[in-house]
């Protein structure tokens, strides 16, 4: 029965006084509070809600559910004979020669002289003692029988291919691996020949390259990330440059021999491809195994967090496994429209062209590797070069919601890509050196290699 | 901490809504409108201002944080200005002035 009482304050209509205002106010707030500090969900949804969140192809690591793609907007594209990930196959891709690539030319004697002393025994790593320090721990690891051997003659009961991709994968993070993927492995990515030793390199001599003739299926990519704060500190071709690289060289080189070594003892083939002993080019695997796409470099992936500033390395093996796909993550038109690093090249190595050029059966930006090259092994300024690295947008910075918020528009288009290029050059991201984080010591009498008498 | 300042900013939100409500309410609806629109634009550009400068001073960035000091806090200070002008609580006294003055 309706109440007098009752429908006078239906006609009255509800109104809320001062105090009724700050009494709701006050209880909204606390019940958004209390949900926000909570944040604990009982395990099992965790679990839930973590398997769900997020992109991805292929199998679910345990230790990382959810890929970090960074604020990137990622759609997952075709690996086939006309893309591979977001780049174009035009053609038929030819296999090279390991000593076709330019630290190898350097060391022939394809570019300058001093070039070719600045990569003979990598003296352009080696003249800064703390790359060096790397670099001969990352030589350890060169040898054959460490990348690569026969599998045990017992094949050992394995999982299916999803939970053994799954399985690999975490073994990869529990190696201190910051991402991994899984590929089908690219057939022209295999060089055709390993490159024989420097001081026959050094003579220009081929005669003893070793042919390259394994051919497996699937290949697992290990990377790390170089480290913010030091590329923060860094001009991007100073002493710590070439340490950099050396940093996630040999640790990327210790997760894959690891990882074909477990292999091989499962009973699969596997060879690891590392920094000292590749037999393989490491851009296609990246792209792949779902973690980067092919820059305005012509020849280095961008990872969608990492960007440039990491390095790979590669297990290939007949392990069944779930690959995962290639990702698009706008990046053709964010270069397109960027040229950042193009702007910022020491050596004017990186082009500024917009459109992408036929290369080796695909299409790629036109950058002068012999520049790079050239500028990397003889720079006097420091042990090699990163500035590439150092400034592009995708990598310049800390995690924030508002690099998040960057990244996510960068990877939208043309127009939004622009628009975060000119934010980014307003905030002065990627071309400042924060001095609090310079911990590194330098030897400038060490960097002139012509100069350096051992 | 995060979720502190979360909690902080929701009721400071409310401060100010409970602070303005007596003014905001206008002759007109959209002044009111106006009014409110206003507050939500201030508040979102000054506490994304704070965050950012805090976030960008405390990494390093020596450029971000001057840039958004000048961008977010300026622009903060401008929206602030014309909010506190619609509401009457700076201008109001010379406009009584120059009435008196006319009559």
Known sequence: MFRSSDHENSQKGFQMD??????????????????????????????????????????????????????????????????????????????????????????????????????????????????????????????????????????????????????????????RADEVGIGKMPEYAYYT????????????????????????????VVMIDQHL???????????????????????????????????????????????????????????AAGMGELSRTGDCTVHPRLGFRHKVAAVTTDLPLVPDKPIDFGLLDFCRVCAKCADNCPSGAITHDRDLVEYNGYLRWNSDFKKCTEFRVTNKEGSSCGSCMKVCPWNSKEKSWFHTAGTWIGSKGEASASLLKKVDDMFGYGTEQIERYK????????????ALKH | MGTFLVFLAGILFLGGIIFIKPRAKQDLKWKTILNWVLYVLWFA???????????????????????????????????????????GFIGKKRNQQNTNLEA
Not at chain 1, 201 to 211: A, E, Q, T, W
Not at chain 1, 439 to 450: N, Q, S, V
């Open chain 2, 45 to 87: 550009i000054t506490g994304t201002g704070i965050s950012f400068i805090y976030i960008n001073s405390s990494v390093g960035h020596v450029k971000a944080t001057s840039t958004a000091i000048f961008l977010f806090l300026g622009l903060s200070i401008v929206l602030a200005i014309v909010l506190a002008r619609f509401l």
């Open chain 1, 229 to 287: 704060e030091t590329m923060l500190a860094s001009t991007g071709y100073d002493g710590i440059s070439a340490s950099q690289s050396m940093r996630s060289y040999h640790s990327t080189g210790v997760v894959a021999v690891i990882l074909a070594n477990y292999i091989r003892g499962l009973g699969y083939n596997a060879r690891a491809h590392h920094f000292t002993n590749y037999a393989s080019v490491m851009p296609p695997l990246i792209m």
């Open chain 1, 18 to 175: 001062r105090r009724k205002f700050l009494k709701a106010g006050v209880a909204s707030a606390l019940t958004a509070g209390m949900v926000g500090a909570m944040n604990v969900l009982p395990a099992e949804a965790a679990e839930a809600v973590k398997n769900t969140a997020g992109p991805q192809t292929g199998a679910k690591s345990k230790l990382h559910p959810v890929v970090d793609y960074g604020g990137s907007s990622v759609s997952f594209v075709e690996h086939n004979d006309q893309w591979l990930g977001t780049t174009k196959i035009v053609g038929t891709i030819k296999p090279y020669h390991e000593a076709d690539q330019g630290f190898y030319m350097a060391n022939r004697g394809k570019y300058s002289p001093e070039a070719q002393q600045g990569f003979y025994h990598y003296k352009f790593v080696m003249k800064h003692p703390f790359g060096a320090a790397i670099a001969q721990f990352a030589m350890s690891l060169m040898a054959p029988q460490m990348v690569s051997g026969q599998p045990s003659p017992q094949k050992l009961p394995i999982p299916d291919p999803e939970q053994m991709s799954q399985h690999i994968k975490d073994a990869a993070y529990f190696l």
């Open chain 1, 439 to 450: 911990w590194w010591l330098e030897w400038p009498e060490r960097y002139d290699i012509t």
């Open chain 1, 193 to 220: 020949h390993k490159a024989p030793s420097q001081d026959d390199l050094m003579k220009d001599d081929l005669s003893k390259s070793i042919p390259v003739t394994e051919r497996l299926p699937y290949v697992i």
